[in-house]
């Protein structure tokens, strides 16, 4: 995970504005931004975008992306992958715009 979130944050100069992280919570794997409050720039905004929930006696990762209801929801296209490189794809690729908008 280290080496993707590298890889996607954005450049240096805008991480004040703008970055990118991810958690490991559980069986699952966050990412998230951290942005400033749009009216209150000293307080900063944590947001889950797009989470992965590994299932051990399928041996799969079911995928979501968290809605405008601020919960999580069953990506539809591709809601189960089997290898979590395949769900950084399917974050990356956003074919639907669910993940990044």
């Known amino acids: 995970m280290e080496n993707y979130i590298s890889g996607v944050r954005p450049e240096p100069e805008i991480r004040n504005r703008l ?49 405008a209801d601020n919960k999580w929801h069953s990506y539809k296209p591709t809601p189960i992958v089997r290898e979590l490189k395949d769900f950084l794809k399917l974050v990356d690729n956003d074919e639907y715009g669910c993940f990044k908008g």
């Not at 307080?43 to 041996?59: M, Q």
């Open 19 to 67: 970055d990118l992280s991810y958690e490991i919570r559980d069986q699952s794997v966050i990412l998230k931004e951290i942005r400033p409050v749009w009216n209150n720039p000293k307080e900063i905004l944590t947001l889950g975008y797009a989470k992965a929930t590994f299932v051990k006696n399928k041996n799969v990762w079911k995928v979501f992306w968290k809605r």
